[in-house]
């Protein structure tokens, strides 16, 4: 089961997302399906802040993007991925996940 740590950004963010942000370590399989599952490219944008999106993009049909130099995982203060970044009414709620690692011990 998925362990999650969400918390509200306040007014720190005065724009509305469009999309959803999933961010991801893309060299993990595990985090790359967990992404995939969690809207379309209409409806996320799926970020890496490790590992390279261009393969993947090609694999999957969808566009990656890159976390460059960690300014987006800064400014929402991510510490752990696989994370969400969502609009929730005037706020955005960044959510951490654990999820089981294959292969790996959770």
Known sequence: ???????????VYKRQLSKKLVFIDGDNPAEVEWAM??????ASKIIFV?????????????RFYFDQEGTLTAHF????TPALVEQSGDVLLVTEHSISRKGKAS
């Open 1 to 11: 089961r998925d362990f999650c740590l969400s918390r509200g950004l306040g007014d």
């Open 50 to 62: 490790d590992g390279s999106p261009f393969e993947l993009m090609k694999t999957h049909q969808r």
């Open 37 to 42: 599952q969690h809207g379309s490219d209409q």
């Open 77 to 80: 203060g991510i510490r752990h």
